[in-house]
């Protein structure tokens, strides 16, 4: 077969920002992150798409095997989606303002609860890894805020905005087990125009 | 806390056909899916949230259980919207065209290239449940086939186009273990109009 | 490689019971349920085995490809291990009795309490699959319920004593939607001296 | 409720060994890892274990929600189970020998193929985190490594023989994301009297 679904090669995507502007998350770290971690998820997804164009032109691939490939398919393109969507909204002042400052406000009631809900999530993740989100859910027509356990744990028909990573590679090398500053250094340089631009 | 995201109680959505006339599926099969799996979803989604708001209120709640209320707001999540979209991709007469049929011809070489997965997956599944769905991803800009081993696996930042279920509770009272002939029936009910006003 | 770990070919174990004699468990259905979902697991697991076998001999195999199979045999071995003490603590008259009575009403306070819990577990099954399993924890000294939401989900380093399977496929043929029904008919046949034997 | 199932309150298990012993395992990772994530898994599973009874006592629990508790059960039993023998299969000299040895390389072929396993399925963890687990499975009579993607995913009816954490907490503060030094230092501290004693 020779198609986008199966032949689609993903290129990385550069870190959108100066490495050494951010406050309290070490160069250091956050080069490992993106070459480790997200460089290699890429590695992964381009690799399981060809493996799944190999497997579906094969007659004796039982479907349960195809569909292992399918579960890394489909853990592999969170990993990578949400790291983009990771790095994209850091680099920022950390300041929300403007609509979608007040949207969230109406939605949750106030800003502070928002925030207070979202921060709560990320100290909550007793296996050290996962992701939290706040989406818009096409569906139900509301702003909410997500727990992913992991990559392929995702709300359906949404739209994610502000993602955290809570993977203990997006910490643990600055902060040991203080997942807590680390939810404050997160905060601290949060780019809220590319969060809004996404809405 | 009085807000939308802690407040919204979704109300159900009436099947968007009529029930007698699905070819294959039966009144009686596709009456107790939505009045107990579907309504039973909304039901705890309602439920769950009016918890997740006393327990942000309570500050006696640690994280972790908090985040275990959360995992199943994620899940209800997913059971409710993939179960609308289900419902509504199904009433029409299976048969695929225009614009639609041919982005997907381009994105997997053939149709029947596409369909031919999304039939394989269906066939995968090990427990007995489980989702399949053609999506366009907004990140990757593909159209591709996922298989979501519960509701709360889900493709990040991805259109559901085409939702099949594939619990069991899809199938069995018509046609025991007999997942393949369901696939048969689910196809030739496909609303494709419904499908493609998703795009 | 020729070794047990990679060449080992399951057999499937008959029914320990005659299957006309269960009360409430209709012959077809618990046929259903050996043929296609049992077997179908130790078909799959056989052939996940040789899958691995040929992987792990190859050097071009990345790690995380490796793995998948691996969380497919973890998947399978579930389904085998659970359906076979499953079958094996049907065919009795359901009435518990002697040591192992006991021994649940001092770790529950009374055996009610423990059944009460036991029946709660198998009423929550939000998506339609999962099993109920009493087991003794061997690291913890405890007998407790557990709730495995999929075959892989399982408590770590724990004896399985008594397993009800609650996936769609042991109850729909016969109840549809009513699970409470079929887990009334579950108690009415449990084999109470296979489940005290494995303790 | 008053009884061991409901109120029995988990002791933490102090470290097994001189933890400045250890070659390539610093005393400050090792610290934080009992501290922090162990001692976290049991008073998660402890507070746990008090909501489960007052949830159960309490008619107005709708049995997915008494569920959701169950997993947070599910999966800190699995934290506080794996954790206690990962430490206690640490302080030793890496040595294999006798008959557990030799057990192993009946049933991989080789000592070094089970080895090779061990280490490739250590080194395929996609998202950061996992255990890998020698274990031996009462049902099938196998000695077999598993692959465990989080706490709660655990082979059936198995008892955990050898056990390695893959979580980034148990090396990313040593060695950041080269994690197959860590499965070097790993090996070269493996206890294996300890492991020993387990068959």
Known sequence: MSAAAFDHQHTRVPLPFDVKSLR????????????NNYSGAVNALNNVRGRLSQALSDANTPPYVYNGLKREQLLRTGSVVLHEL???????????????????AASFGTFDVWESEFRKIGQGLGGGSGWVVLGYNHRLKLLENYWLADHGS?????????VMDMYEHAYQMDYGAAAARYIDAFFANIQWDAVSKRL
């Open 24 to 35: 309290g998350l070490s160069e250091k770290m956050m080069q490992s992150h993106w070459e």
């Open 86 to 104: 990771y790095f994209a909204n850091l680099g920022g002042d950390g300041k929300a303002s403007g609509d979608l400052r007040s949207r969230i």
């Open 154 to 162: 995702n709300p359906a028909d949404t739209a994610p905005l502000l």
